[in-house]
């Protein structure tokens, strides 16, 4: 009667083991030649009209045009600011759901969650021992955050960037969509390729970025601050799951000037230019088209205008995305699906690393 419970021990025992060891180690997974995309985004929160026209648009065409391409939702990057455990656990789903709804496609990319792949905080603390302090102080976005926190930044915050640097690395990632915000961050990660080759011999290859061509969307209510998550003013962010009532609002509230012609003139006109912009980008036009087709319009009228052109951009969107969040079956297997490519791609790089830099 006990052999059977042995037989099962044994089995259990040998899962076990295997799960600690990790997927069977090869030679980094790059082949010459291959072009790898990496971009993560975290879950904090329902992605706005500057996340998508921003980023997740160019994702998906990205990952037609490249044959390895990867997208993480960077959970770990988020607990840089205190989160409610319970929020942060739905924030991973609605994001799965956004990213699913927008056009990402785990055929066509894989779509991971950072945290379930320990070989970015792995990488992560190797890079970490060969930045200086100064380095990563300098940094615009430690300033900037720092100062709204009254100079009360964690480590985390300070060392994200490294952890940022470890993704992209981590995967021999050759190309990384960036905006303009992140080209400090980008060059701290070129340095840290070039400085790890130095040190340890040709390795990672330098990542280029590629620049997206869409600038940073500003908030509805302040032209001079970016649209955010984090806007106090619920009127200033239009999010992807917003109601057609609610994005009219939000444009109808938008900020502009005294004149009522449209133009497009983003240093002395910042409000109605960045109307402009929005529209332009969810139309597909130019924005000399778009102005061109909005003469004799006031701003007043504009502003529904764009508001229209953002409601059926973001129609089909919402609607998928409703369907997608009733179905959280699914979205654990996306992820799960995603997290073992991405381990299967990670694993063997550190393991090099580790042999590299010593530890085996």
Not at 48 to 71: D, K, P, T
Not at 72 to 78: E, F, G
Not at 128 to 155: I, N, Y
Request: proline share 6%.
């Amino acid at each position: 009667m006990a052999l059977p419970s042995m037989r099962k021990a044994r089995g259990c025992w040998r899962f076990i083991r295997a799960l600690h060891a990790g997927p069977k180690a090869t030679t980094a997974p790059q082949r010459d030649g291959v072009q790898r995309v990496f971009s993560g985004i975290q879950p904090t929160g329902v992605p706005h009209l500057g996340n998508y026209l921003g980023a997740i648009e160019s994702w998906v065409r990205l990952q037609s045009e490249h044959g390895s391409v990867l997208y993480s939702i960077v959970d770990l990057h988020s607990i840089t600011v205190p989160q409610d455990p319970a929020g942060l656990r739905q924030s991973i789903w609605d994001m799965t759901a956004a990213l699913l709804a927008c056009g990402i496609n785990p055929e066509k990319s894989v779509l991971f969650q950072q945290s379930q792949v320990s070989e970015h905080t792995q990488l992560s603390w190797i890079l970490t021992c060969m930045v200086r302090l100064p380095r990563l102080q300098h940094l615009h976005q430690w300033k900037a955050k720092t100062a709204k926190q009254k100079h009360d930044g964690t480590m985390g915050l300070l060392t994200y960037p490294v952890l940022q640097a470890a993704d992209v690395l981590l995967y021999k990632s050759t190309h990384v969509p960036v905006g303009e915000d992140q080209i400090q961050h980008m060059e701290l990660i070129q340095d840290l390729a070039r400085g790890f080759n130095k040190n340890y011999g040709e390795f990672f290859p330098v990542p280029k970025s590629i620049l997206t061509s869409m600038k940073k969307v500003k908030s509805l209510r302040d032209p001079s601050a970016k649209m955010s998550k984090s806007d106090p003013d619920k009127l200033a962010t239009v999010r992807i799951t917003d109601s057609p009532e609610e994005i009219v609002q939000k444009f109808r509230k938008a900020v502009t000037d005294f004149t009522s012609e449209v133009t497009y003139d983003p240093a002395s006109r910042g409000g109605v230019s960045n109307l402009v912009a929005i529209h332009s980008a969810v139309t597909g036009l130019p924005v000399e088209e778009v102005v061109r087709q909005s003469a004799g319009i006031d701003t007043a009228r504009y502003k529904l205008v764009v508001a229209d052109a953002v409601i059926e951009k973001f129609a089909p969107i919402r609607s998928e995305m409703a369907k997608l969040k009733m179905d959280k079956g699914h979205l654990q297997k996306v992820l799960q699906a995603g997290s073992a490519k991405a381990k299967e791609l990670a694993y063997p790089v550190c393991q090099e690393v580790k042999e590299l830099v010593g530890f085996r």
